[in-house]
């Protein structure tokens, strides 16, 4: 499983930065994207990057940045003008997504108003 990180309580118009932590350069080998659940929502992929190029929910598109180190085993989601519709889990995981996944705990997001 990946492991999300770095989410927060945040006022609207703030930034958080996440993380999530493979080894063995996994995001490398393997396309991978950001996914969050809203409360009472389905998930939904609101990043992917796939051979350095990158795709974006409409809904984020010009506020968030998904991107890897050079090493391929972190990848990282910057979150910038968060406005409440952002709030929830948030998740790391391969792309497409397919039901064989598991996924982990994700990181809560929170954004006030």
């Known amino acids: 499983q990946l492991q999300a990180s770095g989410g927060g309580l945040v006022p609207a118009g703030g930034s958080l930065r996440l993380s999530c932590s493979a080894s063995g350069g996994y995001f490398n080998t393997y396309n991978v994207a950001w996914y969050r659940q809203a409360p009472g929502k389905e998930r939904e992929m609101v990043a992917v990057?796939?051979?350095?190029?990158?795709q974006y929910h409409d809904s984020v598109w010009g506020r968030f940045k998904i991107s890897t180190d050079n090493s391929g085993n972190t990848v990282y989601l910057q979150m910038t003008g968060l406005n409440p519709n952002d709030t929830g889990v948030y998740y790391c995981?391969?792309?497409?997504?397919?039901?064989?996944?598991?996924w982990g705990q994700g990181t809560q997001v929170t954004v006030s108003s």
């Open positions: 990057i796939a051979s350095a190029i990158s």
């Open positions: 995981n391969r792309y497409p997504p397919s039901p064989q996944m598991t």
